[in-house]
């Protein structure tokens, strides 16, 4: 398994979850990293990535709530999720992609994430 999910779970709405991806050095190393998420009936959407120099972007609808990180030490990408809300109930995904190119090469095993209200 190259990427690797794990954090997701049920979170009353204002709470927080940390979603962490654990990757193949090849991989974390040399591409960006994002997490990607998709709700029911709705197309996947990218919610944060990271590149290897650190600069991240977020999705408007995230930004202030939720922070991408990586571990170099591990090669692990985290989302600290904070302010949780019932939209962002969804399935998250972790992703690599290229520098340069729009869509991830490699995928990792989705992880729920569920906002009650």
């Known amino acids: 398994v190259q990427l690797q999910a794990s954090g997701g779970g049920l979170v009353q709405a204002g709470g927080s979850l940390r979603l962490s991806c654990a990757a193949s050095r090849s991989i974390f190393s040399t591409n960006v990293m994002g997490w990607y998420r998709q709700a029911p009936g709705k197309q996947r959407e990218l919610v944060a990535s990271?590149?290897?120099?650190?600069?991240?972007y977020y999705r408007t609808s995230v930004k202030g709530r939720f922070a991408i990180s990586r571990d170099n030490a591990t090669n692990t990408v985290n989302l600290q999720m904070n302010s949780l809300k019932p939209e962002d109930t969804a399935v998250y995904y972790c992703?690599?992609?290229?520098?340069?190119?729009?869509?991830?090469?490699?995928w990792g095993q989705g992880t729920l994430v569920t906002v009650s209200s």
């Open positions: 990271i590149n290897t120099a650190g600069i991240t």
């Open positions: 992703a690599a992609r290229r520098f340069g190119v729009p869509s991830p090469d490699y």
